[in-house]
């Protein structure tokens, strides 16, 4: 019975050692995962309400009038959102402070701003406001963009609430785009109460529009216009490298809204301390064309965002690095190469020596302006790699005659010349740093008429010494 009885108590010794070791291993990786849904939990949402207490808010609808059923949905949205973490409220009313005769197209205030706890002083506050004037939607509008704390990192959402159109000079629309743009707040809701159809197609460009025809409809868009505004939606953008893996990053990028024709979003790309592609907030009611301020630029048009999800958008970014250097002491002054397009002999960049930068992989061709230019055609960035132009430290001539007069300064390949400078006729001194090789200069004194007093001569340039040609 004994050797039973050990073989048991074996077995239990080994699961507490399995146990001991897993169990770490275990934590660690749900520690791992809270660690990695971290960031996007964090977000910070704020609403701001824009509500309409105009003169015309006191109509019949239904069984109360149209206020009372705004005032008492919202106030119910409040106990909702009293308990939702990471949302701040805010509230501002527009058309309650001024009878409509007096024609006050500034009316409108910040009753509650976003504050810890705004939702029960937004209940209080409901109950206090009486509506009785104009509809300055577009002032209103232009004053909710200073509501919104300097804070990058939230969600600024806008949820108007009207009945009527604009009835001063505003052009809300304009005001909207403009706020978008500046990324103040995300496409603003809209809520029409009991609008007919020439009047909701007014608010098509200030926003997403929700027609609310009665007071059932009013909850129902008014509950699918907070769900939306609380469901956090999240893009990452992943640049692949020549593996297919993430690790292209330090790059700008911009996003432009396809339907309402805008740059929206600038972000100079970053990995996380984790090496994934960084996350952000994003508003779903547009598609986006992309492009990637690499060099030359890549683009990705057409982008569909899944609203309330993390969306990924993956694009290859191949890069590879050109260092170009002039070796010793350079005579140039502010020496810089042009880097073409090997096809259409277009300008992709301009690139200073003694410095490293990075290209799309792919073929070129470099012009260096050196005298003579240096041409390296089809100067292949690979992928990942750094490609090293080294050119020779330069040398230089003085041409020296008695007076100014005409002629250059040929490079001179076997039987071959190509001119590489021109000559200044008024000069009688005259310096040029040139590449080390053989070179022939041709001259001719201004005050001589006859051709047959041209004058020849050859000479070399030696890295870092002077030659002196004298006329």
């Given at each position: ?29 749900q ?34 009038s ?10 119910e949205?409040?106990d ?22 007096l ?29 009785m ?6 002032y ?6 200073m509501?919104?704390?300097d ?22 629309c ?22 007919d ?17 009665q007071e059932?409809?009013?909850?129902q ?27 292209e ?52 048009k ?8 993390h ?7 191949e ?24 096809q ?23 012009e ?12 292949q ?26 002629g250059?300064?040929?490079?001179v390949?076997?039987s ?21 090789g ?8 201004a ?17 870092g ?7």
């Amino acid at each position: 019975m004994a050797a039973p009885r050990f073989i048991y108590n074996s077995f239990i010794l080994i699961c507490l050692v399995v146990f001991a070791t897993v169990n770490p291993i275990y934590g660690q990786v749900q520690r791992k995962k809270q660690s990695e849904t971290k960031d996007t939990t964090d977000i910070k949402t704020r609403i701001l309400f824009v509500l309409d207490a105009s003169g015309s808010m006191q109509a019949r609808w239904q069984n109360n009038s149209r206020w009372q059923v705004a005032t008492r949905l919202l106030t119910e949205i409040m106990d909702s959102l009293k308990a939702t973490p990471q949302v701040e409220v805010a509230l501002r009313v527009y058309g309650h402070q001024t009878f409509r005769d007096l024609g006050d197209c500034k009316d409108t205030r910040l009753e509650v701003p976003f504050t810890e706890g705004g939702h029960q002083q937004i209940q209080d506050k409901l109950k206090t406001i009486k509506p009785m004037g104009n509809t300055p939607i577009a002032y209103s509008l232009s004053q909710a963009g200073m509501d919104f704390p300097d804070d990058p990192l939230s969600r600024n959402v806008v949820i108007l609430i009207t009945d009527g159109l604009e009835n001063c000079s505003g052009d809300p629309c304009l005001v909207s785009y403009q706020l978008q743009k500046s990324n103040v707040f995300l496409k603003p809701f809209v809520i029409g109460l009991g609008l007919d159809l020439s009047m909701r197609e007014a608010f098509d460009c200030v926003g997403t529009y929700y027609d609310a025809h009665q007071e059932t409809a009013f909850k129902q868009a008014l509950t699918a216009v907070v769900a939306q505004a609380l469901n956090t939606t999240t893009l990452q953008i992943d640049l692949l490298d020549a593996y297919g893996k993430a690790t292209e990053t330090n790059v700008s990028m911009s996003l432009y809204a396809r339907e309402a024709q805008m740059d929206r979003y600038h972000y100079v790309h970053t990995n996380n301390s984790k090496g994934y592609s960084d996350t952000v907030v994003i508003d779903p009611s547009s598609s986006y064309d992309l492009t990637i301020h690499t060099t030359p630029p890549l683009y990705k048009k057409g982008i569909v965002i899944e609203a309330g999800k993390h969306n990924t958008v993956q694009i290859n970014c191949e890069q590879g690095s050109l260092e170009l250097v002039v070796a010793g002491v350079s005579g140039y002054k502010n020496l810089r190469a042009n880097l073409r397009n090997p096809q259409d002999g277009s300008l992709v960049a301009t690139q200073d020596f003694n410095t490293l930068r990075k290209y799309l992989a792919g073929i070129y061709d470099l012009e260096i302006p050196t005298t003579p230019v240096i041409q390296v055609r089809s100067l292949q960035l690979k992928p990942g790699a750094s490609e090293r132009i080294q050119i020779p430290q330069p040398g230089m001539v003085n041409i020296v005659c008695n007076t100014g007069g005409y002629g250059a300064i040929f490079s001179v390949t076997g039987s071959s010349l190509t001119k590489c400078y021109d000559l200044s006729p008024t000069l009688s001194l005259e310096t040029v740093v040139l590449q080390p090789g053989n070179y022939r200069v041709l001259y001719r004194s201004a005050s001589s008429t006859r051709m047959v007093f041209s004058l020849v001569k050859d000479f070399s340039i030696r890295s870092g010494e002077i030659t002196t040609v004298r006329f």
